[in-house]
């Protein structure tokens, strides 16, 4: 059938308060620009046509295509259309990735309820078990590492450039839904080389909704995974989760909240086990230190959204406060009780984001400023100081075995790190406009991000013995045989201070070209800048095309240049920087001469 022109598209959500009325021009195009995700129904009206009706419902950062097929009026009446198949394929987007929607994230099950979790759903994204949780090889995507990938939260910086991943975590019922870009997005997205982690809050609306939940898992259908044959039961477990979120108006139609809160508990018994040849005394010595690791954290969400003429306002804040007793990392899983250490944190984020629909409402110049602050403070310090020095016990069979490590393997007991805290302060201004010409539509912004970050690191005192262990229970652990002493610090308290700083900047500009009505080429360029870093040509020119071969097919192809971000986790001990100015010194050492020396470690090193 021929185009319709002059048709009255009218799209409201009665739940978010919010009705856009536009026309059809000549060739019966239409677009409503600036919906936050959510559900929508579409009326579309001509005199002489059948009014037809439809349900919609948007996703997060993308362009939703709708065709609606308009009838010649043969009695009064109007046509709803129900159970339409919601398009799922994005036929205007280069980029690759998924869109984890908020049906998977209330009904997919999570282990620990971390809605990240759901990352694994996205084709190339692997949640590496091996790797220690929120560490840079936790969730690579596409072989990129975690900390190559950047995760926004309402537009807001949410990257941990310490760690790698998420920085302030948000209990999982504030959060609507998420988008994984894993490549080949536009020119918008930067600050990284991995994937793009887009990730939005639920807001309230003209209903009022809320829950209360208890979470509960224990051991009890747990089984045991501990390499030990002996050892047939499960280590204890008990892990609550209390959580309560609500949402409402508090003007209809105008002022709408919505709020949550979260506490979590956990005391969990470690499935540790001593490495094979472990000498009996150390056995004794270190049973003293194995305790339960317990988690204690809390999280509180609070978020404000006006809808005021042709502005969308919003404003959010989110802290979380969480501490571990006696903390094992997956990667020290051998390492002795005595070696663990306890952690904390507190982090706080705050959000404000204005829309503005400029001109034209049928086609306006869409306007986005936002600006955030971020604070987050964390700490890392020995649980057992009273264990003595981090020592690394080479253990030989014999004094004559012919090696350089021991024949019996080697444990490693007492803490070799000093405490460390790093107080992260991140300031976070953007803005956007966006507009429609004829078949190009335009976006150009600017990103700006200042990081100040101040601490102290932590000192490395490591003893590292080589001996039999019958000589150690003997003469105890300097006697015993060759040693070496590595130090890592600063030659002066100062000198271990961290004081970092940084802006970035990024400018950019892209257009979304439809070229055919089943083809859209995306061109982009943008420009990343550090001040703590000289070179200013961080260039990026993008492009790709999206071909809807078929309804149910999409072809895409990109091209582009991507930069990483400030890495605070390397930048944190390169002096130059502002890090700390750490000297290693490694003496070694013969107590007893050269007797007791079952080493072949000393007579390496006086070669070389």
Known sequence: ???????????KSAALGLERTVTTDENGFYRVVALPAGQYSITVSHSGFATRSQDLELTLNRTARLDIDLEVKTVEGQVNITGAETQFLNPSDSATGSTITPRKIQDYPTNGRNYLDLMQLVPGTVVNRQADTGSDNSTPVLGERSGNNNFLIDGQPNQSTVRGGAASPFNQETIAEFQVLTAGYKAEFGHASGAIVNVITKSGNNDYHGLASVYFRNNALDSSNSLDPIQDEAPFLQRWDYSLAMGGPIIKDKVFFFGSGERLRENRRLNFLFPVNTPQFIKDFENGFDNPSRTYETRGFLKFDEQLGRHQLSQEVNYTNGNITEFLPLSQ???LPSRRNDTGGRHLLLGFADTMLLGDQGNP?????RGGYRG?????????????VGTTFQMFSSNNTGGLFGNLGSVSFGNNTTRTALDEKYTSVSASAAKLFGDHALKFGWNFLRT???GIESRI????L????ADFETFGPIDAGFFTVTTAGGLTPQADEIH??????????QDDWKFLSNLTINAGIRWDYDSEFQTKTNISPRIGFAWAATPKTVVRGHYGLFYDQFRLNIARDVPSFGGADRRVIQPFSYPRGFFGVPTLAPAAINAS
């Open 1 to 11: 059938g021929a185009v319709v022109s002059g048709a009255q598209i009218v799209i």
């Open 333 to 335: 899983a051998t390492n």
């Open 365 to 369: 110049w869409v306007v986005t400023l």
């Open 376 to 388: 987050s403070t964390s700490e890392t310090r020995p649980a057992h100081p009273d264990a003595g």
């Open 452 to 454: 100040k970050v101040d």
């Open 461 to 464: 005192l490591n003893l590292q």
């Open 466 to 469: 080589f001996a039999t262990p």
């Open 500 to 509: 970092l700083r940084n802006d970035y900047n990024g400018i950019y500009a």
